[in-house]
């Protein structure tokens, strides 16, 4: 059964005006009666207690998984690319792939990128159950950037943050990128390349070069980076969920050569300002996540549909 960490504050959520299920009031300081008060209190470290022991959940793999949401991709191939991901989920070689890590686990969210929104919050992959469980979900987002300038650079710091502020302790800390093209907005994608990888992380590159032929090689020299780092490549939309589910199998069972340092030393190494930390936190970079992605699991599951985190940039 996977393990699902949705966002406490609801107005960052598409579809819902609903309040957060807890309510840290002034009344819990000092409120009318002393049993009120400390029954309150009670229940918002209950629920602190209950987040903090799943905020950092062992798992072989935090894989952020970014989907091509620019200009250049029309609703038929989004679908395709959203179609092909959800069947990659449902496939039983990757599920074994899952189960054959030293944690038998994994940790996977599901971003679009163009303007960078959260499609799907973490949740924890271990069997058959809960790779089907994100599938569905993955097959039920609609799409939620109509367009966008194709901002690789965007993707990639949004997908940091992301794995920054993660609860889980992921053994490796992978960016899984599909694009259709070569980055026209933002920093130059290569020094946000650096900046990412310095921080512990492998990007790998889905690219489809039905329109750019080359694409494949801009991907191997500007964006992919870390250990085990690879490219696969979809001759076309119609190829992508052969390319995706290939890609994943590949991810999933990679050892990478730091495999043998704890994910805690990893996550140390994420929370340290790398030399190159400014590519990251430059003028229109991604705004820390870390109040938007509490881990409360299965006290308040998200709305069916509903979304996450648009990034202001």
């Not at 969210?109 to 058959?128: F, L, N, R």
């Not at 980055?183 to 512990?200: E, K």
């Not at 936190?281 to 881990?295: D, I, N, Q, T, W």
């Amino acid at each position: 059964m996977g393990w699902i960490w949705p966002a406490l504050d609801a107005s960052l959520i598409k579809g819902t005006g609903a309040a957060p299920p807890v309510a840290f009031g002034p009344d819990v300081v000092a409120g009318v009666g002393g049993v009120v008060t400390v029954i309150r209190l009670a229940f918002v470290l209950l629920v602190a207690t209950v987040a903090s022991a799943r905020a950092q959940v062992p798992v072989d793999v935090a894989l952020v998984l970014a989907l091509d949401s620019s200009a250049s991709v029309d609703e038929r191939e989004f679908a395709i690319q959203r179609g092909g991901l959800a069947d990659a989920f449902r496939d039983p070689e990757v599920v074994r792939a899952i189960m054959a890590g030293p944690l038998k686990r994994i940790a996977v969210t599901v971003m679009e990128w163009a303007e960078q929104v959260v499609d799907i919050p973490w949740i924890v992959v271990e069997d058959a159950g809960s790779a089907n469980l994100l599938a569905d979900r993955i097959d039920g987002q609609s799409r939620s950037i109509p367009t966008g300038a194709t901002s690789i650079a965007g993707a990639l710091r949004f997908a940091s943050s992301l794995l920054r502020t993660a609860p889980v302790d992921g053994t490796r800390l992978v960016i899984d990128i599909s694009g259709d093209g070569r980055n026209n907005q933002g920093q130059p994608v290569d020094i946000v390349r650096r900046a990412v990888v310095a921080q512990g992380v492998t990007i790998n590159g889905l690219a489809i070069v039905n329109e750019h032929p080359t694409l494949n090689y801009y991907f191997e020299d500007r964006v992919i980076g870390g250990p085990a780092a690879f490219v696969e490549i979809a001759n076309n939309y119609a190829d992508y969920p052969r390319a995706i589910r290939r890609k994943l199998i590949r991810e999933i069972r990679t050892l990478s050569v730091s495999e043998g340092r704890s994910g805690s030393d990893r996550r140390q190494r994420l929370a340290k300002p790398a030399a190159s930390e400014d590519a990251l936190s430059g003028a229109g970079s991604v705004k820390e996540l870390s109040s938007m992605l509490h881990p409360i699991p299965e006290l308040w599951p998200p709305p069916a549909g509903g979304r996450l985190i648009r990034d202001p940039s």
